[in-house]
Nanobody
Framework: QVQLVEYGGGAVQAGGSLTLSCTATGRSISNSHMGWFRQAPGKEREFVAAISWSGANTNYVDSVKGRFTISRGNAGNTIYLFMNNLQAEDTAVYYC???????????????WGQGTQVTVSS
């Protein structure tokens, strides 16, 4: 069983930056593709970014390309999301999840974190 715990949400003004982290306990995720997702009020959860098990490959939703960066550390058991130039439309609860079927087809996700709120004011 994998437990995923996210940290780093908060409130910022438009143009600001935040870093989210997601740490796995219980079982290693170092051999799993992992991702970040978000859910805005009244909307379905959507894919944001994915990273391969090795960290060598990534994929992003078009709306965050050039602004967000996903990476992994801690021997592959912590996933980060560096978010720059945040905009009001980035306001959502952010979740890490995995393992993913692939970086472009996440498939059903077995494990989710509890979510962390990101609020961007314009």
């Amino acid at each position: 069983q994998v437990q995923l715990v996210e940290y780093g949400g908060g409130a910022v003004q438009a143009g600001g930056s935040l870093t989210l982290s997601c740490t796995a306990t219980g079982r290693s995720i170092s051999n799993s593709h992992m991702g970040w997702f978000r859910q805005a009020p009244g909307k379905e959860r959507e894919f944001v970014a994915a990273i391969s098990w090795s960290g060598a490959n990534t994929n992003y939703v078009d709306s965050v390309k050039g602004r967000f960066t996903i990476s992994r550390g801690n021997a592959g058991n912590t996933i980060y999301l560096f978010m720059n130039n945040l905009q009001a439309e980035d306001t959502a609860v952010y979740y890490c999840g995995g393992p993913l079927r692939s970086l472009w087809d996440t498939g059903p996700v077995d494990y989710w974190g509890q979510g962390t709120q990101v609020t961007v004011s314009s």
